[in-house]
Every structure is written in C-alpha cells, then in structure tokens.
C-alpha cells in the first residue's frame, strides 16, 4: 500500500529554522494536492499549508503566513514545509496528508505518522 514518511523534526531554538520532508511511496498513479497539519497535545488537527498537484496553488493557514513555505518534487514523490522564524506556539506533532491514486480511476486519502516539533524559548 502507499505509504507517506515525514521527516526532519527536532527541537529548535525560537527564531531558528527547520525543513520538514514528506516522501510517498508504494503503487503510485499519481499524487495530487498535498498538505501539511499539525497538532499540539489536547488540541485538534489543524491545517498548517496545502499545495495542489502542479504547485502552482497553494494555502496557508493565517498564523503561519510569511514565514513558512510549501513546496513539491513530483520527480521526488516528496512534499516539504519550510519553516522559518519559529515560535514556542509551533510547537506539535506535524502530519503529512495527500489525495494518492494508486490506479487511474482511483484516489485515496493518506497521513503520515507525525513528526515532531518543538521549539523553545
């Protein structure tokens, strides 16, 4: 089955930077948008960007407008999220997520299994 593996996580200081990674893999027709969401304990998921099939669209979620960027190598199966000027309040588990059709005629819905990301003060 198709499989989605984030990673690039870790700890980091206020104000520094990090790149988050996420590579499918599996029977792959074609990957279409891609996102990522994240979520800090005792709190719901949340949508942090999405980006569509051929980049060309993407959204951000207000809180990290500016200073985060998505982006995707199609010839890569890779989706990444370039996070800079982190805050404390960034701090969760980031998931990546994808609409994969393993097949012409099908499309699915995946996640990862979560990286996390905590950043200090």
């Known amino acids: 089955q198709v499989h989605l593996v984030e990673s690039g996580g870790g700890l980091v200081q206020a104000g520094g930077s990090l790149r988050l990674s996420c590579a499918a893999s599996?029977?792959?027709?074609?990957?279409?948008?891609m996102g990522w969401y994240r979520q800090a304990p005792g709190k719901q998921r949340d949508l942090v960007a999405t980006?569509?099939?051929?980049?060309?669209?993407?959204n951000y979620a207000d809180s990290v407008k500016g200073r985060f960027t998505i982006s995707r190598d199609n010839a890569k199966k890779t989706v990444y999220l370039q996070m800079n000027s982190l805050k404390p309040e960034d701090t969760a588990v980031y998931y990546c997520?994808?609409?994969?059709?393993?097949?012409?005629?099908?499309?699915?819905?995946?996640w990862g299994q979560g990286t996390q990301v905590t950043v200090s003060s």
């Open positions: 599996g029977i792959i027709f074609k990957i279409n948008d």
């Open positions: 997520n994808a609409d994969i059709s393993p097949t012409i005629v099908r499309t699915y819905n995946y």
């Open positions: 980006i569509s099939s051929s980049g060309d669209t993407t």
